[in-house]
């Protein structure tokens, strides 16, 4: 039996790189828009050594402008939710849970109908709104999920589902009061959709700060991928061998919460992913967190990938919601894995 | 026999080694009290309790349910604070020191192990480590020797790759055992631990801790209610009544038959074997 | 701009119409190129707009849902109003992209317009809006002369419509836009403008745009007709029995004297056909109107069949 050696993680890392690569060079050359492999790579090379003026304005338009961009924020999201959702698995001590289950996305949903209402029409407000709803959710039900000022996993998954069912409640009456003309702009946050508006200036600045904020929250959380192994066999025991279960359940809230919120407003409430991924991950790597992590980051970028990719070619040219593939596709592997456990 | 508290200097010859080195358990005139709510009176209360173990030296702790057994294990772990007293393991306090200083020194033996994943026995062992090196860590290979070792003592060697879920109960036991083993603690912590096993398994535990006491030079704390067991094995005797320490001492001397009959409220009787350790039977009723 | 200072290439290309930067009926400012020879529909009502001015020729892609003409279906599509792809639209080259407030969502106007090509939102909120609509869209496409007579020709009708209708009280309908639950049209709806020029109003006085009713309301105000809009207009028969059968319904004045008016789904799309619809409707909610013998209003003529003839 082998111990897990850092050699080993960034091999398998390595590996899975090497299917996100390829899952990306396919995705990259399907599209309404026909585009020969070689001119990809063209476009690629030209673009990545500056050279833009030799490239058809077209070819362009279409790579750098629509596929790219969308693959970038499908890899943002998708290694986001599976990283929150592995992370909220551990913290909460429950194999069923996803990163939606504290009442993120709905906090999130909340903050971005309140800005159509409020300021509609202003560039960007949805998704700051929609973080912030997040991070109201967040908070608050830290301060519902504590008991004798310390989180507890059963208070913490109680208090999340009773703000969930809150905030939904909230959302169906400003729905039924809003115009139609907006209610529609709200299917997009209960099916999830990488259509996404994205800035029309400064994209790349947006993208870097994005993934900034990812790396961040994913490297906080694998700071206690050693706690999180130990506390998985039991709180009690975990203490005794050392663990500050304090300090390292907030850590993974707080880093979970933040990739959920994260995800969430700029894509909508995207489901199966942050719950599965992990799974898919324990049974093919196992259940140490210091390869799941990494795994489920670079795992969840490729199931989003390939889930949008679907959405895009499917039914072409209708574009179906990436969160509309990711439930058709999910549903029987969750059934899968369901099975797998009972036996 | 002398049955004054905290020192005796007769005793197995184990206890005589340890009287040379300093004592490396030493609780000092613990308190403890516990209560339902903050604003209601204590509903129960622990101590003054005293008493000192050393090197390779097996320590029951033993009294009827309700005695105080579990919350003196607590004070030993550090999980709650005494209310007044100190508890030093070599040299230092408990409480004193930061989590993962405690977990080198102090083991808890957990009954059972609530595992949410599958694991298998070689990574629940690893997990032993922790205590030594960064929070995020991979093992090193000292690490992965002190585990090999850990399993090798507990004769669990062979369940190496086997998942956790698996195993029997014993097994189960010893790899947990194994896993406490692989802290390199100074005190092993045990709470009823013959409780689920049969005559034959407890035996196995006890002379198993025997042997790991003296191999590896722990000090083994054991709670207990088995009268038998405790005297048969143990170096040394904590016994507790309603929260009061009454005596400690090696089990010969603390053995008396009113002082047990009183405390366990039940006719007893107590025989001296030629080992020089004592052995309970219920009194025979004419 | 003195023309003898300019260069040469310049000069030859002065006798082209320059780019026009104009404002959207969405408020979004489009730099409508020179000469829009492609344009892409995004929206049904608009598909229908370009027959009716004669441009499709000029139409390289509209949506699945394009059925108004016939002849639209076959058209390159580029996916549904709500959900086109992109990069369909990329691919077919469009000068100029056209969408309608009343299907399509910001955020895809937003997100072609962002890629460089120009896309104009039309946003009509009156019926009279939209036929001022119509003759912006064919200024701004270069078919003035198409566009006039089309303005022309659906303000008349209209005009003759409300002489018929002005002296007459106006109906009171219930607008079912659902059966269940029950949700009728609130008064700044297009519908609702449109009703009105049909000689009804509303019984339901909401802001909210698509009003939940219950039926003991609508047992209240007992409206004079009941309308519904259908796709298929030979089912009008089959409604208003479905409604005799249902509880409560079979009880109100209109179900039993047998005023259930069903229009096309037209009378919810800002297209030229909404004016047959207005009509159709008022046909049958004022019969006593039309009892003269003006043969200038042909109920039932189509304004999109009528656009084939105007194609030479």
């Given at each position: 039996?082998?111990?897990l050696?850092p050699?080993r993680?960034a091999g398998?890392c390595?590996?899975l790189?090497a299917?996100l690569?390829?899952v990306?060079v396919?995705s990259l050359?399907m599209?309404?828009y026909?585009?020969?492999?070689?001119d990809?790579?063209?476009?690629?090379?030209?673009?990545?050594?500056?050279r833009?003026?030799?490239?058809?304005s077209?070819l362009?338009?279409?790579?750098?402008?629509?596929?790219?961009p969308?693959?970038?924020l499908?890899i943002?999201?998708g290694?986001?939710l599976?990283?929150?959702?592995?992370g909220f698995?551990a913290?909460?001590?429950n194999?069923l849970?996803?990163p939606?289950?504290?009442?993120?996305?709905?906090?999130a949903?909340?903050?971005?109908i309140?800005?159509?209402?409020?300021?509609?029409?202003?560039?960007?407000a949805?998704?700051?709104?929609?973080f912030a709803?997040?991070?109201?959710?967040?908070a608050a039900v830290y301060?519902?999920g504590r008991?004798?000022?310390q989180l507890?996993s059963a208070?913490?998954l109680l208090?999340?589902?009773?703000s969930?069912?809150?905030?939904?409640a909230?959302i169906m009456f400003l729905?039924?009061?809003?115009?139609g003309?907006?209610?529609?702009?709200m299917?997009?946050?209960?099916?999830?959709?990488l259509?996404?508006?994205?800035?029309?200036?400064h994209?790349?600045a947006?993208?870097?700060?994005l993934?900034?904020?990812?790396?961040?929250?994913?490297g906080?959380m694998y700071?206690?991928a050693?706690?999180?192994?130990?506390?998985l066999?039991g709180e009690?025991?975990?203490?005794?061998?050392g663990?500050?279960l304090?300090?390292?359940?907030?850590?993974?809230?707080?880093?979970a919460s933040?990739?959920?919120?994260?995800a969430v407003s700029?894509?909508?409430?995207i489901?199966?992913?942050?719950?599965?991924?992990?799974?898919v991950?324990?049974?093919?790597f196992?259940?140490d967190?210091?390869l799941l992590?990494p795994t489920?980051?670079?795992?969840?970028?490729i199931?989003i990938v390939v889930a949008?990719?679907?959405?895009r070619t499917?039914?072409?040219?209708?574009?179906l919601?990436v969160?509309?593939?990711?439930a058709?596709?999910?549903?029987?592997v969750f059934?899968y894995?369901i099975?797998?456990?009972?036996? | 026999m002398?049955?004054?508290?905290?020192?005796?200097a007769?005793?197995?010859?184990?206890?005589?080694?340890?009287?040379?080195?300093?004592?490396?358990?030493k609780v000092?005139?613990?308190?403890?009290a516990?209560?339902?709510t903050?604003?209601s009176a204590?509903?129960?209360?622990l101590g003054?309790?005293s008493?000192?173990a050393g090197?390779?030296?097996?320590?029951?702790?033993l009294?009827?349910n309700?005695s105080?057994k579990?919350?003196m294990?607590?004070l030993l772990a550090?999980?709650?604070?005494p209310l007044?007293?100190?508890?030093?393991?070599d040299?230092?306090e408990?409480g004193e020191?930061d989590?993962?200083?405690?977990a080198?020194?102090?083991?808890l033996v957990q009954?059972e192990?609530?595992?949410?994943f599958p694991?298998?026995?070689?990574e629940?062992v690893?997990?032993?480590?922790?205590?030594?090196?960064?929070?995020?860590?991979f093992e090193s290979d000292?690490?992965?020797?002190f585990?090999?070792n850990a399993?090798?003592q507990?004769g669990?060697?062979?369940?190496?790759s086997?998942?956790?879920n698996?195993?029997?109960?014993g097994?189960?036991?010893?790899?947990i055992?194994a896993?406490?083993?692989a802290?390199?603690p100074?005190?092993l912590?045990?709470?009823?631990p013959t409780q689920?096993?049969?005559?034959?398994?407890k035996?196995?535990l006890?002379r198993?801790?025997?042997?790991?006491?003296?191999?590896?030079?722990?000090t083994?704390?054991v709670?207990t209610h088995?009268?038998?067991?405790a005297?048969?094995f143990s170096d040394?005797?904590v016994l507790?009544?309603?929260?009061?320490c009454l005596?400690?001492?090696?089990?010969g001397?603390?053995?008396e038959?009113?002082?047990?009959?009183e405390?366990?409220?039940a006719?007893?009787?107590v025989?001296m074997?030629?080992?020089?350790?004592?052995?309970?039977?219920l009194?025979a009723?004419? | 701009?003195?023309?003898a200072?300019?260069p040469?290439h310049a000069?030859?290309?002065a006798?082209?119409p320059a780019p026009?930067v104009?404002?959207?009926?969405?408020g979004?400012r489009?730099?409508i190129?020179?000469e829009?020879?492609?344009?892409v529909?995004?929206?049904?009502d608009?598909?229908?707009t370009?027959?009716?001015?004669?441009?499709?020729?000029?139409?390289?892609?509209d949506t699945?849902?394009?059925d108004?003409p016939a002849?639209?279906?076959i058209?390159?599509?580029?996916g549904?109003?709500?959900?086109p792809?992109i990069?369909?639209?990329v691919a077919l080259h469009?000068?100029?992209?056209?969408?309608?407030?009343?299907?399509n969502?910001?955020?895809?106007?937003?997100?072609?317009?962002?890629l460089g090509?120009?896309?104009y939102t039309t946003?009509p909120?009156?019926?009279?809006?939209m036929?001022?609509?119509?003759?912006?869209l064919?200024?701004?496409?270069g078919?003035?002369?198409?566009?006039?007579a089309l303005?022309?020709?659906l303000?008349n009708?209209l005009?003759?419509?409300?002489a018929?209708?002005?002296?007459?009280?106006p109906?009171?309908?219930l607008?079912?836009v659902w059966l269940?639950p029950l949700t009728?049209?609130?008064q700044?709806?297009?519908?609702a403008?449109?009703l009105?020029w049909?000689?009804?109003?509303?019984?339901?006085?909401?802001k909210?745009n698509?009003?939940?009713?219950s039926?003991?309301e609508?047992?209240r105000?007992?409206p004079?007709?009941?309308?519904l809009?259908?796709?298929?207009?030979g089912e009008?028969?089959?409604?208003l029995?479905?409604?005799?059968?249902?509880?409560?319904?079979k009880?109100?004045?209109?179900?039993?004297?047998r005023?259930?008016a069903?229009?096309s789904?037209e009378?919810?799309?800002?297209?030229?056909g909404?004016i047959?619809a207005?009509e159709?409707?008022?046909?049958?909610?004022?019969?006593n109107?039309f009892?003269?013998?003006d043969?200038?209003m042909?109920p039932?003529?189509?304004?999109s069949r009528?656009?084939?003839?105007?194609?030479?």
């Open positions: 039996m082998r111990t050696t050699r993680v398998i390595g590996l790189g299917v690569f390829i990306v396919i050359r599209g309404a026909p585009i020969a492999v070689s990809i790579v063209k476009t690629l090379v030209n673009g990545a050594l500056g833009k003026d030799q490239i058809p077209d362009a338009l279409v790579i750098f402008g629509l596929r790219l969308r693959i970038a499908g943002l999201v290694a986001s599976s990283t929150a959702g592995a698995q913290l909460l001590r194999p849970a996803d939606y289950v504290l009442g993120v996305s709905s906090g949903a909340l903050g971005s309140l800005s159509l209402i409020l300021v509609p029409h202003v560039p960007g949805i998704q700051a709104a929609a709803g997040a991070a109201a959710t967040t301060f519902l008991r004798g000022g507890d208070t913490l208090a999340g589902i009773i969930a069912s809150f905030l939904s909230i729905m039924t009061t809003l115009t003309r907006d209610l529609r702009g299917a997009f946050w209960l099916m999830g959709d259509a996404t508006p994205l800035p029309s200036t994209l790349f947006w993208f870097g700060f993934f900034l904020v990812f790396f961040f929250a994913a906080a700071t206690t050693s706690d999180l192994n130990l506390i066999t009690q025991e975990a203490r005794h061998l663990v500050n304090n300090r390292v359940k907030l850590v993974v809230y707080v880093s933040v990739l959920t919120g994260l700029v894509s909508g409430a489901g199966y992913v942050g719950l599965l991924v992990p799974h991950m324990r049974m093919i196992g259940t967190y210091r992590i489920s980051v670079i795992g969840g970028a199931a949008d990719l679907l959405a499917v039914v072409a040219p209708t574009e919601p969160g509309a593939m990711t058709i596709a999910g549903a029987p059934i894995l099975r797998r456990r009972v036996r | 002398n049955a004054a508290i905290g020192n005796s007769l005793g197995s010859q184990a206890g005589a080694i340890s009287q040379m080195q300093p004592a490396r358990l000092e005139q613990v308190t403890y516990y209560s339902a903050d604003r204590p509903k129960f209360t003054p309790a008493f000192e090197r390779q030296e097996i320590v029951a702790v009294g009827p309700a105080g579990s919350t294990l607590k550090g999980l709650v604070q007044s007293g100190r508890i030093e393991v040299g230092s408990i020191l989590l993962r200083m405690r080198q020194r102090v083991a009954q192990s609530e595992l949410l694991l298998r026995v070689w629940y690893l997990q032993g480590r922790y205590p030594y090196g960064r929070r995020l860590r000292e690490d992965s020797l585990a090999g399993l090798a507990v669990a060697d062979a369940l190496r086997r998942w956790m698996e195993l029997s109960g097994e189960k036991q010893r790899v055992l896993r406490s083993l802290q390199q100074s005190l912590l045990l709470d009823e689920h096993l049969d005559i034959g398994g035996v196995e006890l198993r801790l025997r042997k790991l006491a003296d191999q590896n030079r722990h083994v704390i709670v088995e009268l038998n067991l005297a048969e040394r005797i507790l009544h309603k929260g009061k005596r400690v001492g090696p089990p001397e603390v053995y038959r009113d002082l047990l009959e405390i366990f409220e006719p007893l009787e025989e074997r030629r080992n020089g350790r004592p052995r309970v039977i009194r009723e004419h | 701009m003195a023309v200072s300019l040469a000069q030859a290309s006798a082209r026009r104009v404002t959207d009926e969405a979004r489009v730099t190129p020179p829009v020879n492609r344009i529909s995004l929206a049904p608009l598909t229908e370009m027959y009716a001015l004669g441009l499709q020729g000029r139409l390289v892609g699945d849902y394009c108004t002849e639209a279906k058209k390159p599509h580029v549904g109003p709500m959900n792809s990069e369909a639209i469009p000068d100029l992209v056209l969408a309608s407030e009343s299907i969502w910001e955020r895809t106007a937003d997100a072609i317009a962002r090509i120009p896309v946003n909120h009156t019926v009279r809006g036929v001022d609509s119509f003759g912006r064919a200024d701004l496409l078919a003035s002369q198409q566009g006039a303005v022309a020709r303000n009708r005009e003759n419509l409300h018929r209708l002005a002296d007459l009280p109906a009171h309908v607008f079912v269940e009728t049209i609130g700044n709806t297009f519908i403008d449109a009105r049909a000689g009804a109003e509303s019984i339901v006085l909401s909210q698509w009003p939940q009713l039926l003991e609508v047992v105000l007992q004079d007709y009941i309308v809009a259908d796709s298929h207009s009008g028969t089959r409604t029995d479905d409604l005799r059968a249902r509880e409560a319904w009880d109100l004045r209109a179900v039993q004297e005023h259930v069903i229009v789904e009378i919810d799309r800002p297209a030229p909404l047959d207005i159709e409707l008022a046909h049958q909610i004022h019969p109107a009892a003269a013998k043969n200038r042909v039932g003529a189509n304004e009528r656009s084939a003839a105007c194609v030479r």
